[in-house]
């Protein structure tokens, strides 16, 4: 028997799938010198234990018969002797992130890998989209009301489709359509833009907007509640090339919609001159005597919220108004009232006599006709 050719099949057979441990082949060395009829060569690489099987054929010669593999102590797979040392590799990784620990003594050959392979990358794939859409869900306001909608959707693999949920505010309520799109290019599904209707007591009253999405981000639902109801709303928004600015937006309720059926958006930047900080020091306003207290006021009015304040006259209601530079004031039932009744007493003196001065110039034009 010339073993010697044998050992360097053997050796050639290694390489070529992939195993190229200098130890695993003194050991194939020692096997064929010895001439055991059954022997296992171990080795490990890269996070994974490799047991080569070689049995001694009739012909006085070694094949292997089989590998068996693992990862950690949880997931084990066994090939036929042509897989790839870099197929099983991937194949361990992807059972070990994927959760796979069951396992399954029926060798696998090389189609059989590389096609577990595809399918546990497309199901990591739908699941890594999955949750990336979730988040998306949970920062727009919609928790995980509709996670459930969402992977059936997902599994059903369309080109396109909507999930439509209610969300109820106060006294009234939205009604929120969102539409996914599948990439052009991957399976991945993205979140393009939702639609919110605010309910009148009429449908002739609703009032209906589609907000665009940058992957998943943008108007949240609050935020499109309370630009529905005609209040403004601070945001990070993004140009055309691609550079972003702040700056409040509030839908122009009273003009003419677009060809899209969406009203048009004023925005105010920085430019224009509305310092919400600066407006509301003119208050009397318990909160900004807090620090913490005095971010959540204003990171509240931010999102177009109304919001609660304490002052000596009692509670009230402001929201932010940037088009006038000013904000607005309600009263216990929502109702709107003088914002005088809110102000400093030197800031009511100072629109006392503003207010004076404009009577004196109106008498005094009037005389002169």
Wanted: proline content about 2%; hydrophobic content about 30%; aromatic content about 10%.
């Amino acid at each position: 028997m010339n073993q010697s050719v044998n050992f360097y099949e053997l050796k050639t057979q290694l390489a070529d799938l992939g195993f190229k441990s200098p130890e695993l082949v003194d050991d194939l060395r020692n096997m064929v010198h010895t001439g055991q009829e059954l022997d296992t060569l171990y080795c490990k690489d890269e996070g994974v234990s490799v047991g080569l099987d070689y049995r001694l054929a009739p012909d006085n010669n070694y094949r292997l018969s089989s590998v068996d593999a693992w990862m950690g102590t949880r997931v084990q797979r066994f090939f036929e002797p042509g897989v790839s040392f870099p197929a099983i590799r991937e194949l361990l990784q992807l059972l070990v992130t994927t959760k796979q620990h069951q396992e399954n003594f029926t060798p696998l050959d090389q189609r059989a890998t590389q096609q577990m392979i595809y399918e546990l990358k497309t199901n990591l794939m739908n699941q890594n989209n999955l949750d990336y859409l979730k988040d998306n869900l949970k920062y727009l306001g919609f928790e995980d009301k509709l996670n459930n909608d969402l992977e059936s959707k997902i599994k059903e693999q369309p080109e396109t489709f909507t999930l439509q949920t209610t969300i109820d505010h106060y006294n009234n309520k939205t009604e929120h359509t969102l539409l996914f799109r599948k990439s052009d290019q991957t399976d991945m599904y993205f979140l393009n833009r939702h639609q919110a209707t605010l309910k009148g007591e009429k449908p002739e009253n609703d009032r209906t907007q589609t907000f665009y999405l940058n992957n998943g981000h943008g108007i949240t639902a609050k935020e499109a509640f309370n630009l529905l109801e005609g209040r403004a709303v601070y945001k990070e928004l993004q140009r055309k090339d691609e550079s972003t600015y702040y700056a409040w937006s509030q839908l122009d309720l009273k003009g003419e919609k677009n060809e899209h059926g969406n009203y048009q958006i004023n925005q105010f930047t920085s430019a224009y001159g509305y310092d919400l900080e600066k407006t509301l020091g003119r208050f009397d306003i318990k909160e900004l005597n807090d620090g913490q207290s005095k971010d959540n006021l204003i990171r509240s009015l931010e999102r177009g919220n109304v919001q609660q304040v304490t002052s000596e006259q009692g509670k009230f209601y402001i929201a932010a108004n940037p088009q006038y530079k000013t904000v607005n004031v309600f009263d216990s039932q929502h109702k709107a009232v003088k914002r005088e009744v809110l102000q400093k007493a030197d800031q009511s003196k100072k629109s006392d006599q503003s207010e004076s001065q404009k009577e004196s110039q109106r008498r005094s034009r009037s005389q002169k006709v």
